[in-house]
């Protein structure tokens, strides 16, 4: 097996330097006029044709090069001295070669690292690259900024105004703004995202990671620099046999009275086959081009309108109202944006659109991965040469209980992984629970070797195992909540986070709510949690519960006999589950109907004093990190393998996530890889859709609405 070490430690070194040839090379932008060629271009800034298409990777036919085209150009020696700009060479060197020589700084600064410090922050804090900052701290590379930690600042000559390699007339400096990513950035300025690492070479390429707050360099957009500028674009179309004014005004939505009136010899005359007519060009959506607004998809070498249409669900129609660049011809590299609600082939991750991936038949057999299991058994505190103690102690021991659970479940994920003909390494160990037994098996060559860990359960072990094993790029993931004090990136937090729960409550509301009466009842304690279910529906009635007890006629009070009333409860208090549930169930008339709802589900709800009767009169609603318990194919081999006796829900998680991490395995034989292209993954109990979150690692944010459903349990979403 290649070591780690190398392996990950060459790429990095790889792109640190390629980081560095970026900064020193010399950049303008060109906009490519009608009759040019890649050739006339690369004459005219005596460079070399190979040169500009290694820096514009999405043309990929020189003949296909399209006027208005936005072209990055290298300056070298000979156009930069054109330029007034002074660049050495080298005696002996061939014309035009730039000698890229790496600044050294001229003094280092003492810093101690604070709590809430990231690499971003402080490279933001004293103007150096967060590559500069791992440099002259290498233990960097192997483990996370933490609390504490003494770092060693560069500082490097201030750079003069004439030795910044881009020219301020023909860039700027964006801020990123909430909600924003790489795609909708470079859709907004109509670049590539090859270009946009190429502006910036401090981007990383390894994630697609911004920070709102974030400054880039992008090239201005034309008419950028007249204030209030506004004009009218047309299209040139020469008009078919049998085309008619409705037909133009069904494809290109120009009204026949718009043109005639930009047309007078179609008013004269007519519209007839052979005219060229000029037809005016719709003015798209005024909407921020932002995550919250559109998906972006990044177009493929090879694809066109039909593969297009098909893919993303929308005609081309469509496509060119939305991105007008389009009227210039579909380009490999291009990054389009696509309404919200499209629903087309494809998978949705991070707002950006990405192919469906059956990650079966994408499994490469000839890898073998080395998994291993680190799970709380507490075998030094059972005594497993006594049966029915060792079963008591089971019983009582949550944390053995989970584990073997969990391992139950894993288990029948290896049995079928094996069938579909992949073979794996599998070692499991006892951390007892313990931080000092978690250090004494980190040892062990089994996990220095690991291609991935599940475990362990509790957070300080997790983190050390984190921190541990994060210098090798193994990935670990966290099969229960977990938190940490620190940042952890290779860690794959399975569980989604409350915010994320809410977030699919909130949203599931929305698409089915009409006319409905929506009510939000909260105690004290979820204050917060009332506030935040009032933003997102401000026509919400509401309740603030000061009393032990629900307080019954403002309840009725706030309820509708001529709607259906949607009541959101938000509390952990027995009690007063107890007595709203019974005040809302004894309510119910032919009249009016009354649904419950929560964004969070806590232990309270499942207590054996609630009265669960009421809560399926209500059809009590929530989200869910589980889904429904369900008779299939993995319940039947779970059943096959443990004597008839059904899995409970930590074997269903013991199997999902089991059988998840061995599938990315052997699809890209790397987990981080294998989370740039996988969306959402969906087994017997739970679903994984994970993203990166810069140095906080990666976060499912899939789960499951679930509804009582006279006396059932079932899954709505």
Same mark, same amino acid.
């Given at each position: 097996m290649? !070591?780690?070490?190398?392996k990950?430690?060459?790429?990095?070194?790889?792109?640190?330097?390629?980081?560095?040839?970026a900064?020193?090379q010399?950049? @303008?932008?060109h906009?490519?006029k009608?009759g040019?060629t890649?050739?006339s271009?690369?004459?005219?800034?005596? @460079?070399? $044709?190979e040169?500009?298409l290694?820096?514009?990777?999405?043309?990929?036919?020189?003949?296909?090069?399209?006027?208005?085209?936005? +072209?990055i150009?290298?300056?070298?020696?000979k156009?930069?001295?054109?330029?007034?700009?002074?660049?050495?060479?080298?005696?002996?060197?061939t014309?035009?070669?730039?000698i890229?020589? /790496?600044?050294?700084?001229?003094?280092?600064?003492?810093?101690k690292?604070?709590?809430k410090?990231?690499?971003f922050?402080?490279?933001e804090?004293?103007?150096?690259?967060?590559?500069a900052i791992?440099? #002259?701290?290498?233990?960097?590379?192997?483990?996370?900024l933490?609390k504490g930690m003494?770092?060693?600042? $560069?500082?490097f000559?201030?750079m003069? $105004?004439?030795?910044n390699?881009f020219n301020?007339?023909?860039f700027?400096?964006?801020t990123?703004?909430?909600?924003?990513?790489r795609?909708?950035?470079v859709?907004?300025y109509?670049?590539?995202?090859?270009?946009?690492?190429v +502006?910036n070479p401090?981007?990383?390429?390894e994630?697609?990671?911004?920070?709102?707050?974030?400054?880039l360099?992008?090239?201005?957009?034309?008419?950028s620099?007249?204030?209030?500028q506004?004009s009218q674009l047309?299209i040139?179309y020469?008009?078919?046999?049998?085309?008619?004014?409705?037909?133009?005004?069904?494809?290109f939505?120009?009204t026949?009275?718009?043109?005639?009136?930009l047309?007078?010899?179609?008013?004269?005359?007519?519209?007839q086959e052979?005219?060229v007519?000029?037809i005016?060009?719709k003015?798209?959506?005024?909407?921020?081009v932002?995550?919250?607004n559109?998906n972006?998809?990044e177009?493929?070498?090879?694809?066109?309108? #039909?593969?297009?249409?098909r893919?993303l669900?929308l005609?081309?129609?469509?496509?060119?109202?939305?991105?007008p660049?389009?009227?210039?011809g579909?380009?490999?590299?291009m990054?389009?944006k696509?309404?919200?609600?499209?629903?087309?082939?494809? %998978?949705v991750k991070?707002?950006?659109?990405i192919?469906?991936?059956?990650?079966v038949s994408?499994?490469?057999?000839?890898?073998?991965p080395?998994?291993?299991? =680190?799970?709380?058994?507490?075998?030094?505190?059972i005594?497993?040469s006594n049966?029915t103690?060792?079963?008591?102690?089971?019983?009582?021991?949550?944390d053995?209980n989970?584990s073997?659970?969990?391992?139950?479940g894993a288990?029948?994920a290896?049995?079928?992984?094996?069938?579909?003909?992949?073979?794996?390494?599998v070692s499991?160990?006892?951390?007892e629970?313990s931080?000092?037994?978690?250090?004494a098996?980190?040892?062990?060559?089994e996990?220095?070797n690991?291609?991935?860990?599940?475990?362990?359960?509790?957070?300080?072990?997790?983190?050390?195992?984190?921190?541990?094993?994060?210098q090798?790029?193994?990935?670990v993931?966290?099969?229960l909540p977990a938190?940490s004090?620190?940042?952890?990136?290779n860690?794959?937090y399975?569980? $989604?986070?409350?915010?994320d729960?809410?977030k699919h409550?909130?949203?599931?509301?929305?698409?089915?709510?009409?006319?409905e009466n929506?009510?939000?009842?909260?105690?004290?304690?979820?204050?917060?949690?009332?506030?935040?279910?009032?933003?997102?529906?401000p026509?919400?009635?509401s309740? /603030?519960?000061?009393?032990?007890y629900?307080?019954?006629?403002k309840?009725?009070a706030?309820?509708s006999s001529?709607? %259906?009333n949607?009541?959101?409860?938000e509390?952990d208090?027995?009690?007063?589950?107890?007595s709203?549930v019974?005040v809302?169930?004894?309510s119910?008339t032919?009249?009016?109907?009354?649904?419950?709802?929560t964004?969070n589900?806590?232990?309270a709800?499942?207590?054996?004093?609630i009265?669960?009767t009421? =809560?399926?009169? +209500?059809?009590?609603?929530?989200?869910?990190?589980?889904?429904?318990?369900?008779?299939?194919?993995?319940?039947?081999?779970?059943?096959?393998?443990?004597?008839?006796?059904s899995?409970d829900k930590?074997?269903?998680?013991?199997?999902?996530?089991?059988?998840?991490?061995?599938?990315k395995?052997a699809?890209?034989?790397?987990l981080?890889e294998a989370?740039?292209f996988?969306?959402?993954?969906k087994?017997s109990?739970?679903?994984?859709?994970?993203? !990166?979150?810069?140095?906080?690692?990666?976060?499912?944010?899939s789960?499951y609405?679930m509804?009582?459903?006279?006396?059932w349990?079932? /899954?709505?979403?």
């Amino acid at each position: 097996m290649q !070591r780690p070490f190398a392996k990950y430690f060459l790429p990095t070194l790889l792109f640190m330097l390629v980081s560095f040839s970026a900064v020193a090379q010399k950049f @303008t932008t060109h906009a490519v006029k009608k009759g040019e060629t890649i050739h006339s271009i690369s004459t005219q800034y005596k @460079t070399t $044709p190979e040169r500009i298409l290694s820096l514009n990777k999405e043309i990929k036919n020189v003949a296909e090069l399209k006027p208005s085209t936005i +072209l990055i150009i290298p300056l070298d020696a000979k156009a930069a001295e054109s330029s007034g700009v002074a660049v050495k060479t080298a005696g002996g060197a061939t014309a035009g070669e730039v000698i890229l020589v /790496q600044e050294e700084p001229t003094s280092f600064i003492s810093y101690k690292v604070k709590r809430k410090d990231n690499l971003f922050r402080l490279a933001e804090k004293f103007d150096v690259s967060q590559d500069a900052i791992k440099k #002259y701290n290498k233990e960097l590379y192997s483990v996370q900024l933490k609390k504490g930690m003494t770092l060693k600042i $560069p500082k490097f000559k201030k750079m003069k $105004p004439e030795e910044n390699p881009f020219n301020s007339d023909l860039f700027e400096m964006y801020t990123v703004k909430p909600k924003e990513t790489r795609w909708s950035i470079v859709n907004k300025y109509g670049i590539t995202i090859d270009s946009l690492l190429v +502006l910036n070479p401090d981007l990383s390429k390894e994630d697609t990671y911004l920070a709102s707050g974030q400054e880039l360099r992008l090239p201005k957009k034309a008419g950028s620099t007249i204030a209030d500028q506004t004009s009218q674009l047309f299209i040139s179309y020469t008009v078919p046999a049998k085309k008619g004014f409705y037909s133009i005004e069904k494809e290109f939505g120009a009204t026949e009275a718009e043109i005639k009136a930009l047309n007078p010899e179609v008013k004269d005359r007519g519209l007839q086959e052979g005219m060229v007519i000029r037809i005016p060009q719709k003015k798209t959506d005024k909407k921020s081009v932002d995550t919250e607004n559109f998906n972006f998809y990044e177009v493929k070498q090879g694809e066109g309108e #039909y593969s297009l249409n098909r893919k993303l669900g929308l005609s081309y129609k469509e496509l060119l109202a939305l991105n007008p660049e389009l009227q210039n011809g579909l380009k490999a590299g291009m990054v389009l944006k696509i309404p919200k609600d499209s629903d087309g082939d494809f %998978e949705v991750k991070n707002s950006l659109i990405i192919e469906n991936v059956d990650l079966v038949s994408k499994m490469n057999l000839a890898t073998k991965p080395n998994l291993v299991l =680190l799970l709380p058994f507490r075998l030094d505190m059972i005594d497993v040469s006594n049966k029915t103690a060792a079963s008591d102690a089971i019983v009582k021991r949550k944390d053995a209980n989970y584990s073997l659970g969990l391992y139950s479940g894993a288990l029948v994920a290896l049995d079928s992984i094996k069938k579909l003909g992949l073979n794996v390494n599998v070692s499991v160990f006892d951390t007892e629970k313990s931080v000092e037994k978690t250090r004494a098996l980190l040892a062990k060559p089994e996990l220095k070797n690991a291609d991935a860990i599940i475990g362990p359960l509790d957070s300080q072990s997790l983190q050390e195992v984190a921190v541990r094993v994060g210098q090798n790029q193994i990935p670990v993931i966290a099969p229960l909540p977990a938190k940490s004090d620190i940042s952890l990136s290779n860690v794959f937090y399975t569980v $989604p986070s409350d915010s994320d729960l809410m977030k699919h409550m909130f949203s599931y509301v929305k698409e089915n709510v009409g006319t409905e009466n929506i009510v939000v009842i909260a105690d004290d304690e979820h204050k917060a949690t009332k506030e935040v279910i009032l933003k997102e529906f401000p026509n919400a009635k509401s309740l /603030q519960l000061v009393e032990k007890y629900a307080m019954k006629n403002k309840i009725v009070a706030l309820l509708s006999s001529s709607q %259906e009333n949607w009541v959101f409860l938000e509390t952990d208090q027995l009690n007063t589950i107890n007595s709203v549930v019974s005040v809302l169930n004894a309510s119910i008339t032919d009249k009016r109907k009354i649904r419950v709802f929560t964004t969070n589900k806590g232990k309270a709800f499942d207590s054996d004093k609630i009265n669960h009767t009421h =809560l399926s009169y +209500l059809s009590f609603t929530y989200p869910s990190v589980d889904g429904e318990d369900k008779a299939d194919s993995f319940e039947a081999a779970y059943k096959r393998m443990n004597k008839g006796k059904s899995p409970d829900k930590f074997a269903r998680r013991g199997f999902d996530i089991t059988f998840d991490v061995l599938l990315k395995l052997a699809y890209k034989q790397n987990l981080f890889e294998a989370s740039k292209f996988v969306g959402e993954t969906k087994y017997s109990a739970n679903k994984f859709n994970y993203t !990166r979150e810069g140095a906080a690692g990666y976060r499912n944010h899939s789960s499951y609405i679930m509804a009582y459903d006279e006396m059932w349990i079932k /899954q709505l979403d």
